[in-house]
């Protein structure tokens, strides 16, 4: 039985994509002026240990997922009648994972903790863990290539979370009100995401022995890459909160926030094209070039222009959102807008790596990479503080797109996919950070900026035929599977 990514065409997977991307773009719209009232409520020091609670869950729950979702993804698509079973033996071992998984995290917290507060969030925070394993009915989505069910339940987070943070606002900023409330929005979502993947399965999930076996086979040494990955993306905010402390903790965290908001567009992309790209490899290798050569495309538009427009807008941006006690921040965001076009393309990488069966070399690559970020970390946090981490983050990131990139193409042979469009989006992105630099001289305010990149980016890359009209008709005519 072919799978619906094997059969799903370009203007099915466009279309999917810009679906995401719209949605979750109004979301980072609500996002930001949550974390705008969320940084004004609770201040640089108590942002500080808020933002190092979320990174330390976040480092200790990537042990639940320890790279099943890649294989999952990968062997389903090739077998869309076993997609059941590959659910079901995930979701067997994420819940067989839960128990070791909290206990970590609870001993990171209670040793990491600097007030009261902190200590109590973290705990109630503990209880959204649970829901991970849970959450994994929602990719049935992604192997069909119908995300709008996972963007509406995105979208109910992000209203649900809103509305709680604006009633913690009004009641005084409380880090545990913080914490009850993202317990239960987060409850809430998965719960809506489970129930909607269910219908759509129409049946129970069904774990095997065979798959479950295979999911510890093949996935343990791409877990320990995933789990690497996220040590080195984000162990920085907690070395900073050590060595720094919590208002230079506070500092980082609000701008790095930016840049975790910003993974929407490679996530967007590759929840669509992954499975396109699972289902391509090894038999048809031409299908599975146009879906690369298409994503690195859409990465380069979006990470590219918004560089150019952080390392103009910078102050301003963060003057906004976080206020003017979070300005000492703002040289960090243009380092970080580097480091986002290095991990637009690294969640690429990643992906082609894990299709091809070289997960055991991107561990490799993810262990430099973690030996890299902690050994400049230790080194320039101490002298530059929250800049550091800041730049440690960049070379991190083009440590890793250099390696992945190198193996890639030994097996692929990428000077085959035609890279001219990626080129001439270098170029309009060049040319709009000079028009956007000349406007900031000139005192031109954030709102003129804004409107001059939406007017100019577009404007540069039809002009230098990045994009072309018949990117956009494609984007707008809705065809079924083919």
């Known amino acids: 039985m072919p799978s619906a990514a094997s059969q799903a065409t370009r203007q099915r997977a466009a279309h999917d994509v810009f679906i995401q991307i719209f949605a979750r773009v109004l979301n980072l719209a609500l996002g930001v002026l949550v974390t705008a009232l969320l940084a004004r409520t609770l201040g640089g020091a108590r942002y500080g240990q808020w933002s190092t609670i979320l990174v330390v869950l976040s480092l200790v729950s990537s042990l639940m997922n320890f790279g099943m979702e890649g294989v999952v993804v990968r062997e389903a698509s090739r077998e869309p009648e076993r997609e059941l079973e590959w659910l079901g033996s995930m979701l067997t071992l994420r819940l067989l994972l839960l128990v070791p998984v909290v206990l970590i995290a609870a001993g990171a917290i209670v040793l990491l903790h600097s007030s009261q507060q902190m200590l109590l969030a973290g705990l109630i925070l503990l209880t959204t863990m649970p829901f991970s394993g849970v959450s994994v009915l929602g990719m049935v989505f992604q192997l069909r290539v119908r995300n709008i069910v996972p963007m509406l339940v995105l979208t109910l987070r992000s209203v649900l979370w809103g509305t709680a943070v604006v009633i913690v606002y009004f009641n005084g900023g409380s880090l545990v009100e913080l914490a009850i409330a993202m317990a239960l929005t987060n409850a809430v979502g998965s719960l809506v995401q489970m129930y909607a993947g269910r219908r759509l399965v129409g049946q129970w999930l069904r774990p095997t022995r065979q798959h479950i076996g295979t999911l510890l086979r093949v996935g343990v040494p ?261």
């Open 222 to 482: 791409l877990g320990l890459s995933g789990v690497l990955v996220i040590f080195y993306a984000r162990i920085d905010q907690v070395i900073v909160y050590v060595i720094a402390g919590s208002r230079s903790a506070g500092l980082y965290g609000a701008v790095y926030g930016v840049l975790d908001q910003s993974h929407f567009v490679p996530v967007s992309v590759l929840t669509t094209l992954a499975p396109i790209i699972a289902a391509a490899w090894p038999a048809d290798r031409e299908r599975l070039l146009r879906t690369v050569r298409l994503a690195a495309e859409f990465m380069a538009i979006a990470s590219l222009g918004a560089l150019a427009f952080a390392c103009v807008a910078s102050t301003q941006i963060v003057r906004l959102i976080f206020g003017a006690d979070f300005l000492a921040a703002a040289p960090a965001l243009p380092v970080l807008g580097g480091a986002f076009v290095f991990i637009c393309f690294g969640y690429l990488n990643g992906n082609l790596l894990v299709v091809m069966g070289m997960q055991q070399r991107l561990l490799r690559i993810s262990l430099i990479a973690l030996l890299v970020n902690l050994i400049g970390n230790f080194i320039l946090v101490p002298i530059m503080g929250f800049m550091g981490a800041a730049w440690m983050t960049l070379v991190t990131e083009v440590v890793v797109f250099g390696a992945s990139l190198r193996l890639i193409d030994g097996a692929l042979g990428l000077r085959s996919l035609g890279l001219a469009r990626i080129a001439r989006t270098v170029l309009a992105a060049a040319l709009l950070g000079a028009v956007l630099g000349g406007l900031e001289l000139a005192g031109a305010s954030l709102a003129v900026l804004i409107v001059a990149a939406c007017l100019c980016y577009p404007a540069l890359l039809f002009g230098l035929r990045a994009l072309e009209l018949d990117d956009v008709r494609v984007l707008l005519k809705r065809k079924a599977l083919a």
